[in-house]
């Protein structure tokens, strides 16, 4: 469908971040949220009661209701391949939750289908179309802090078991500190240094066995199937650096730690978990910080599916592309392999940020 009005939205995943994201999607103007599938019937039932949504079941009825043009991807990271290329077989775009993929192979079938079927297969994070981030970026794009030459990016915290009901999937293939939030940390630097060329790592693995410590499942032990420090050291096309660490490892919880050095100052970024927040930048030759109030609209997560929406009408390219979810996965089997190997690895793939979003881009202005 191209006619004017709101973009008809499924949700496949009914699980925790789901609400999140309902909360938002069901509130965007320029978005209709049709129908919520998940193997578990009454999971995505109670939901769409709760959210008011018309449908709700599995995954093949959604795929078959003919006004959903967006299948927004909230499963498990295990099965985001399989979902998206569901979806892209119905004709349908996709924006799928991080990462975009658990591999480079899966990750590049996904791209090469939808660039066949001229579908679109987005995904998150999108916190970096958030006020917070993209203040940044205007800071930076401005040349505030001169040419960006270093960066260091730290995420430590003891591992998600305490809080999450179902932690053992952020411990298999395509889990770790690294693969669920690397993502976050690290489309943030490439946004303002680019893409990466090489990396090199070294990881550990505290224990091979974690326990769920929340919810039904509570003193299940499950097995360690992924490191769970990384520390790892990135070179970007431009000659620009980072470091970063990221651990489920640590009685230390630093978080949403981001620093960009430049020719001329240097800034803080907010977490890039977090669409909002302050930000703290250092001028050259000034002795006092400055901290500056994120400028822009306060967003929340689902606001990167109404930019895809708004660029498929628009016939654009949308910011959270596949391309960009792809190089991020890119990055972080390389950062995987350099640990593995002890070797400096090259990242083979690249990609163009977009431009800052306009300062008052508003995802809850109708537009469509
Ligand atoms: N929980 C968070 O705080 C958080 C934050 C940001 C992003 N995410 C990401 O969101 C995604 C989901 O995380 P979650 O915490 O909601 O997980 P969850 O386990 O709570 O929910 C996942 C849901 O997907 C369903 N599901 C799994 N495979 C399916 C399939 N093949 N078909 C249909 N339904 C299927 C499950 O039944 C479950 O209801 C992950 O990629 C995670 O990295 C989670």
């Not at 509130?27 to 449908?55: C, H, M, N, S, Y």
């Not at 970026?137 to 505030?144: K, T």
């Amino acid at each position: 469908m191209t006619t004017g009005g709101p973009v008809g939205v499924g949700v496949i995943g009914a699980g925790v971040i789901s609400t999140q994201y309902l909360e938002n999607l069901t509130t965007f103007p320029d978005l209709k949220v049709l129908f919520i599938a998940d193997i578990d019937l009454e999971r995505a039932k109670a939901q769409a009661e709760k959210f008011q949504v018309p449908g709700s079941g599995t995954v093949e009825q959604l795929l078959a209701e003919p006004d959903i043009e967006i299948v927004v991807n909230l499963t498990v990271p295990a099965a985001h391949v399989e979902i998206a290329l569901q979806v892209i077989a119905a004709g349908k775009n996709a924006w799928t939750e991080k990462p975009f993929s658990l591999d480079r192979e899966s990750g590049r079938a996904l791209l090469a289908e939808a660039r066949r079927l001229g579908l679109r297969v987005a995904t998150a994070p999108d916190t970096f179309l958030g006020a917070g981030l993209q203040t940044g970026r205007r800071i930076i794009a401005n040349g505030e802090i001169g040419v960006p030459l270093t960066a260091i990016a730290m995420f430590q915290v003891a591992g998600p078991e305490s809080w999450h009901p179902n932690a053992d999937f952020y411990y298999a293939k395509g889990g770790g500190p690294l693969f669920d939030m690397g993502p976050y940390y690290l489309t943030a630097l490439v946004q303002n240094l680019g893409p990466v060329s090489r990396v090199s790592a070294v990881g550990s693995r505290s224990t091979a066995i974690r326990t769920i410590a929340a919810g039904p499942r509570a003193g299940e032990t499950f097995p360690v199937d992924v490191d769970t420090h990384l520390g790892a050291l990135l070179e970007f096309e431009g000659g620009a650096s980072a470091q970063c660490v990221f651990s489920f490892q640590s009685s230390i919880r630093r978080v949403g730690f981001i620093e960009i050095d430049g020719t001329a100052g240097a800034i803080v970024f907010p977490d890039p978990n977090m669409f909002d927040g302050e930000l703290t930048l250092w001028r050259d030759g000034v002795d006092e910080p400055e901290r500056i109030a994120a400028s822009g609209v306060l967003s929340s997560r689902g606001t990167g599916v109404v930019e895809l929406a708004q660029a498929i009408r628009g016939n654009r390219p949308e910011q959270a592309s596949g391309e960009l979810g792809y190089h991020i996965v890119d990055i972080m089997a390389s950062i995987t392999d350099a640990a593995a190997s002890g070797d400096w690895v090259a990242v083979q793939s690249t990609v163009v940020p977009g431009a800052a979003l306009p300062e008052h881009w508003d995802p809850r202005s109708a537009t469509l």
